[in-house]
């Protein structure tokens, strides 16, 4: 059974999702055809095109934003292009789902969400997915790879930025999960007090 991701369908989702902006057309060679679309956060925010590609003869629907910066390799100065590839493979390591990846050959930096689609549906829920997490990681972290493209931060500043957030909501959990035991173990002295029973001796 051959895919049922059409252009049909994906035009579909992106009208129930609300997004009515996008242009759909043919392409050559290929048994369906590419939309083209893009956003912006606000009116004075940069925006960012999207291709929606139904690849059905690779059986892969892709979700792809390119250019989403431009760092070519004879103009950006060495030591900015390698913090912007430890950034980036950072990111690409800590995220599940879509990557950055970065062109040699003329310096493209786009983000991308491939998924498989042999033989089967797409329901809207996959396709709300996809397209959510491309915008996601799209505006949470193009900002700050251009930033280290422009030289305003390092690879080592973007890197002790990420892990302080994760640092501090650890430190978060971890008071909340001692005040739980606290509140439970209080709650058991209570109890065995209310019942007679000796308390229980520290340890």
Same mark, same amino acid.
């Given at each position: 059974?051959?895919? !049922? ?5 994906? #035009? ?6 609300? =997004?009515? !902006?996008? #242009? ?14 893009? =956003? ?17 003869? #690779? ?9 989403? @910066? ?11 292009? *390698?913090?912007?590839?430890? *950034? ?5 390591? /800590?995220?599940? @789902?879509?990557?950055? *990846? ?33 915008? $996601? ?6 900002? #700050?790879?251009?930033?280290?493209? *422009?030289?305003? $931060? ?5 890197? &002790? ?16 999960? /001692? ?7 209080? &709650? @058991?002295? /209570?109890? /065995? ?11």
């Amino acid at each position: 059974m051959a895919t !049922r991701v059409t252009l049909e369908l994906l #035009k579909g989702y992106l009208e129930r999702f609300g =997004w009515s !902006r996008y #242009k759909a057309v043919d392409e050559p060679f290929e048994k369906e055809g590419i939309i083209y679309t893009g =956003w912006r956060s606000s009116e004075e925010a940069e925006g960012y095109n999207m291709v929606i590609d139904p690849m059905v003869e #690779k059986n892969c629907l892709s979700f792809r934003v390119p250019k989403v @910066l431009v760092a070519p390799r004879d103009t950006t100065p060495t030591e900015q292009l *390698a913090d912007l590839l430890v *950034a980036m493979g950072f990111i690409n390591y /800590r995220i599940i @789902l879509g990557k950055f *990846a970065y062109d040699p050959r003329d310096g493209e930096v786009r983000f991308s969400v491939d998924m498989p689609i042999d033989e089967n549906d797409l329901s809207y829920e996959q396709f709300q997915h996809c397209l959510g997490v491309t915008l $996601k990681m799209v505006e949470e972290y193009a900002p #700050k790879l251009k930033a280290i493209v *422009a030289g305003e $931060k390092t690879a080592q500043q973007f890197l &002790e930025e990420e892990l302080r957030g994760e640092a501090e909501v650890a430190a978060a959990l971890g008071q909340a999960l /001692r005040e739980l035991l606290e509140r439970l173990d209080q &709650e @058991l002295r /209570r109890r /065995r007090q209310a019942e007679g029973e000796e308390p229980l001796e520290e340890v």
